[in-house]
C-alpha cells in the first residue's frame, strides 16, 4: 500500500533554514509527481510545491517561490523540500502528496514551527 512519512520539521527563528523529507513506498515513485502541501491553524490546505517524476520540472506556489527548492531522488524514493528564509506565515504542518489511479495519499505531516 502507498506510505508516505514525512520528517524535518522543527522549531527554527526567522531567517532560518528547514529541510525537510518524505520516505515514499508501495508505487513506482519515479512514475509519479509528488508535491508539498501546508496547513496552517484554522487555515485550508494549500498547495506548496510539485516536482515531476523525473525532476524534469517543478511548480511553486507564488508565497514560497525563490525560498524554497523542491528536490527527489528516485534512487532511494525521497522527496524534499528545502526550505530558506522562513517566515512566520510558513508556520504550518507540512504534508507530502502524490496521486496514484485518482486517489489521493498523504503522510501524517510535520510541524514547522517558524517563531522567535
Known amino acids: 500500500q502507498v506510505q508516505l512519512v514525512e520528517s524535518g520539521g522543527g522549531l527554527v527563528q526567522p531567517g532560518g533554514s528547514l529541510r525537510l523529507s518524505c520516505a515514499a513506498s508501495g508505487f513506482t515513485f519515479s512514475s509519479f509527481i509528488m508535491s508539498w502541501y501546508r496547513q496552517a491553524p484554522g487555515k485550508e490546505r494549500e498547495f506548496v510545491a510539485r516536482?515531476?517524476?523525473?525532476?524534469?520540472?517543478?511548480n511553486y506556489a507564488d508565497s514560497v517561490k525563490g525560498r524554497f527548492t523542491i528536490s527527489r531522488d528516485n534512487a532511494k524514493n525521497a522527496l524534499y523540500l528545502q526550505m530558506n528564509s522562513l517566515k512566520t506565515e510558513d508556520t504550518a504542518v507540512y504534508y507530502c502528496n502524490v496521486l496514484v489511479l485518482v486517489r489521493n495519499y498523504w503522510g501524517q505531516g510535520t510541524q514547522v514551527t517558524v517563531s522567535s
Open positions: 516536482i515531476a517524476g523525473t525532476g524534469a520540472w517543478t
